[in-house]
């Protein structure tokens, strides 16, 4: 069987900005990421109880084949830094 796909896209900013009058290194970095940019859903692979029943003993159906509750990604998420380099 073949699942939902899955697609996410992260994306990250930064500006360097040197401080010479501290040091010929000295370097301060501010960083934006973004993770899951798009914001897309993606959903898991549908669970059945057991991970292999689609139907009762009884032979009816158990009503959770191909039923989709849960995601494999989190959410969009932005994230600031600043980071010092020396």
Do not use: C, H
Request: charged letters at 15%.
């Amino acid at each position: 069987m073949i699942g939902p796909e899955t697609s996410d896209l992260d994306f990250s900013i930064f500006k360097n900005s040197y401080i010479k009058s501290i040091s010929e290194d000295f370097n301060v970095q501010f960083r934006t990421e973004f993770f899951n940019i798009l914001n897309r859903t993606n959903f898991a692979v549908p669970v059945t109880p057991n991970n292999t029943d689609i139907f009762y003993s009884n032979g009816e159906p158990t009503g959770v084949a191909g039923l989709l509750t849960s995601t494999t990604t989190i959410a969009r998420e932005i994230q600031f830094a600043l980071k010092l380099v020396w």
